[in-house]
Nanobody, 121 residues
Framework: QVRLVELGGGFVQPGGSLRLACAAS????????LGWYRQAPGKQRELVAA???????HYEDFVRGRFTLSMGSPKNTVYLQMNALRTEDTAVYYC???????????????WGPGTQVTVST
């Protein structure tokens, strides 16, 4: 069984930075890729970025150039460095295990509980 937990959310002013971490139990990348999602109030959950077990990374257009994925050592923690944050980045951020293929992420039922990111003055 895979267990995921997100860490590092908080409050930041526009233009600021936060680093989120997704800590997974066991060797998640032996079986899954990992995706970061977010859900803002009143909006649908959306994919933000994904990293494959082979280290390939994907970013959605609205975060490309501002957010950066990296893998911890050992490979059971994935970081999402978020720079130049905007008010519209305010959301609950989730990580999920799944498979990334053809530009899409197919999430399994393994999700973390989420961490709140608030970007505001």
């Amino acid at each position: 069984q895979v267990r995921l937990v997100e860490l590092g959310g908080g409050f930041v002013q526009p233009g600021g930075s936060l680093r989120l971490a997704c800590a997974a139990s066991g060797s998640i990348f032996s079986s899954y890729d990992l995706g970061w999602y977010r859900q803002a109030p009143g909006k649908q959950r959306e994919l933000v970025a994904a990293i494959t077990s082979g280290g390939n990374m994907h970013y959605e257009d609205f975060v490309r150039g501002r957010f950066t994925l990296s893998m911890g050592s050992p490979k059971n923690t994935v970081y999402l460095q978020m720079n130049a944050l905007r008010t519209e980045d305010t959301a609950v951020y989730y990580c999920a295990a799944g498979a990334f293929s053809g530009g899409s992420f197919y999430a399994t039922d393994y999700w973390g509980p989420g961490t709140q990111v608030t970007v505001s003055t």
